[in-house]
């Protein structure tokens, strides 16, 4: 993932943790009320009137409200931090999420790396994106938060909400460790080693079977490969699947391979 310019929070922020913005490689860090304007390298404008604007409808939130979209993102307010801290988080977080990172990248392309394990599993998950979104359009902040807490906590959020929240967390495990069915030649991949180069990943793949189509490029790391390859046929695209998905290749990360 790129590194980003640290972004703080104008002059009227008092002091309050950091915190990463998912999914962006972003660190932000509010501001302390005693420091010169001139030493603030702001990397967030708050004279531009997109800014105001989701400035002013933030502050028009609930405290308790403005806390469960932050916990939405996989960021959790301190339990200490004042309402106007919280709200100017989530300034913060919408408009870096908004501009989604200063490589302009997609917001339908996944990060290098994530914020959070909850963002992870958002990413890569789909069945357990398909059960959050659901509890989105329900508005169940609570249950919306219960979920957050489970990916990044795992067994202490279980103890935590399990006697509430049982049928939910069960859920929530069924989705993490439920495979899509494959019904398309094609398979998005990352992590196979970038040392391999395109011709040598795309030997491997062919031992699995015939390859009609590949495209791939390093990461933004340097390290691995990512890309899209399509297979002749559904059944070989489901064995490379099973083949490696999953697969340790020694490089931080295990291999994903998504029928897409």
């Given amino acids: ?57 933030i502050q028009t939130m609930e ?10 993102s996989g960021v959790r307010a301190p339990a200490d931090m004042g309402d106007m801290d919280v709200k100017l988080m989530l300034v913060e977080l919408r408009t870096v999420m908004k501009s989604g990172g200063s490589d302009g990248s997609s917001a339908e392309t996944p990060p290098s790396s994530y914020g ?47 006697g509430a929240y049982g049928q939910l967390i069960d859920d929530i495990e069924a989705a993490l460790v439920a495979k899509p069915e494959v019904t398309t030649p094609k398979v998005r991949f990352s992590g196979f080693p970038a040392n391999m180069g395109e011709m040598g990943l795309k030997m491997t793949l062919e031992a699995v079977g015939e390859i009609e189509d590949m495209a791939c490029s390093e990461s933004d790391d340097g390290i691995t490969l990512v890309g899209e390859v399509t297979f002749g046929s559904v059944e070989a695209a489901k064995a490379a699947i099973e083949q490696y998905d999953g697969m340790d290749m020694g490089m931080g990360d295990a291999l994903r391979m998504d029928s897409i």
């Fill in 116 to 162: 959070s394990t909850f963002e992870e599993y958002l990413w890569t998950k789909p069945f357990f994106k398909e059960l959050y979104d659901k509890l989105k359009d329900e508005g169940d902040h609570n249950k919306m938060n219960v979920a957050a807490e489970f990916c990044n906590e795992g067994e202490d959020a279980k103890s935590r909400y399990y």
């Fill in 1 to 57: 993932m790129p590194s980003y310019t640290s972004l703080l929070l104008p002059l009227f922020a008092s002091s309050a943790s950091a915190f990463m913005a998912p999914g962006t490689g972003i660190t932000i860090q509010p501001t302390i009320a005693s420091r010169p304007p001139s030493s603030l390298p702001m990397a967030i404008d708050y004279n531009d009137p997109a800014v105001m604007e989701e400035f002013n409808t």
């Fill in 63 to 72: 405290y308790d409200d403005v806390v469960a979209e932050l916990a939405q």
